[in-house]
């Protein structure tokens, strides 16, 4: 089965859609805020998604493009700018970020009410609490609404993630346990990484390597989820080498048009939390 994201996030529109009306009634200058350093080919082909998706269900959006070079302080007065105006409903920087930037003091210049895509420590700590009020980075919360708007069953299932990081690997991690899953994170000092995803019941990638992982990674009767976004001669692919993989396994997530058309969904849902 492919697993595609266009058909969960369609859903997730519609909702949104009614909520931005209501909202614009009251303040039509209702608006998310971008933050994009650079031009990394991955944030602009992610703002573009989202900038779309803000015009389909009627949002605002500002996007502020600065150097890379930019030092934190200037960021964090941009982003405080911002962050103060009653019209804006939430605040997304692109990460990685640029080196010289830590990400924690960046976090924390984002209120916690603005903080759509869980940066701010507060919002780190809530998520690892359990709180009902948390929300998680976007990324992993999309592959969450991927799975369930499919029916994968997680409750006691082997979940294997490959990738460790703060944006994806760690708060996936969480989101899976208070599901009851049983959950592996693997990562590039992981010894004999097959032997581990083989034998996950669901294989959720995210390493940012063309086409690294073939069919002898998974199990027959496995899911297989892949985040990763590459960019190579041939357009953008992922992890997973989806030709071989596909007719193998039990289900399997395209990219593009997999977990980051979700992505988008969620962010903008997070934007619009409790705001009506
Ligand atoms: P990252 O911080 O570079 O993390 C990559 C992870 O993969 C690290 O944990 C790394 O291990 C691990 N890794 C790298 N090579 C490996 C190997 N050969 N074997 C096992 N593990 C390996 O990247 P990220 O920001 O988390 O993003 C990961 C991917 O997701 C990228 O392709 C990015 O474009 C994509 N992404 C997609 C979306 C979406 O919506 N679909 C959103 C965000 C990011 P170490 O920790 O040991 O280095």
């Given at each position: 089965?492919?697993?595609?994201?266009?058909?969960?996030?369609?859903?997730?529109?519609?909702?949104l859609s009614e909520q931005c009306k209501k909202l614009n009634q009251k303040n039509s200058d209702s608006k998310i805020v971008i933050f994009r350093?650079?031009?990394?080919?991955?944030?602009?082909?992610?703002e573009?998604?989202i900038l779309k998706n803000c015009r389909e269900i009627g949002l605002g959006t500002k996007v502020v493009s600065?150097?890379?070079?930019?030092?934190?302080?200037?960021?964090?007065?941009e982003i405080t700018h911002y962050d103060k105006q009653d019209s804006v409903l939430g605040i997304l920087i692109?990460?990685?970020?640029?080196?010289?930037?830590?990400?924690?003091?960046?976090?924390?210049?984002i209120s916690?009410e603005r903080d759509i895509?869980?940066?701010?420590?507060?919002?780190?700590?809530?998520?690892?609490?359990?709180?009902?009020?948390?929300?998680?980075?976007?990324?992993?919360?999309?592959?969450?609404?991927?799975?369930?708007?499919?029916?994968?069953?997680?409750?006691?299932?082997?979940?294997?993630?490959?990738?460790?990081?703060?944006?994806?690997?760690?708060?996936?991690?969480?989101?899976?346990?208070?599901?009851?899953?049983?959950?592996?994170?693997?990562?590039?000092?992981?010894?004999?990484?097959?032997?581990?995803?083989?034998?996950?019941?669901?294989?959720?990638?995210?390493?940012?390597?063309?086409?690294?992982?073939?069919?002898?990674?998974?199990?027959?009767?496995?899911?297989?989820?892949?985040?990763?976004?590459?960019?190579?001669?041939?357009?953008?692919?992922?992890?997973?080498?989806?030709?071989?993989?596909?007719?193998?396994?039990?289900?399997?997530?395209?990219?593009?048009?997999?977990?980051?058309?979700?992505?988008s969904?969620?962010l903008l849902k997070h934007a619009l939390r409790g705001k009506e």
């Amino acid at each position: 089965m492919k697993l595609e994201g266009a058909k969960a996030a369609a859903q997730i529109k519609n909702d949104l859609s009614e909520q931005c009306k209501k909202l614009n009634q009251k303040n039509s200058d209702s608006k998310i805020v971008i933050f994009r350093l650079g031009n990394n080919p991955d944030d602009i082909s992610y703002e573009q998604r989202i900038l779309k998706n803000c015009r389909e269900i009627g949002l605002g959006t500002k996007v502020v493009s600065l150097a890379e070079s930019i030092t934190q302080d200037d960021f964090i007065k941009e982003i405080t700018h911002y962050d103060k105006q009653d019209s804006v409903l939430g605040i997304l920087i692109f990460r990685p970020l640029p080196k010289h930037l830590d990400e924690r003091i960046i976090g924390e210049a984002i209120s916690a009410e603005r903080d759509i895509d869980c940066m701010n420590p507060l919002n780190l700590k809530k998520l690892l609490l359990g709180d009902l009020t948390r929300i998680a980075p976007c990324t992993p919360e999309a592959v969450m609404e991927l799975l369930k708007f499919y029916d994968i069953p997680l409750k006691s299932k082997h979940v294997v993630i490959v990738n460790r990081s703060m944006v994806l690997g760690k708060p996936l991690a969480l989101l899976l346990l208070e599901e009851d899953a049983t959950v592996t994170i693997c990562h590039s000092k992981t010894e004999d990484l097959i032997r581990m995803t083989s034998q996950a019941d669901i294989v959720i990638t995210g390493i940012g390597k063309p086409k690294f992982f073939g069919k002898e990674y998974f199990k027959s009767d496995s899911t297989v989820i892949d985040v990763g976004i590459n960019f190579t001669q041939e357009g953008m692919c992922g992890d997973v080498d989806f030709e071989s993989v596909n007719e193998y396994v039990s289900a399997i997530t395209p990219v593009p048009g997999g977990v980051g058309t979700v992505t988008s969904m969620v962010l903008l849902k997070h934007a619009l939390r409790g705001k009506e």
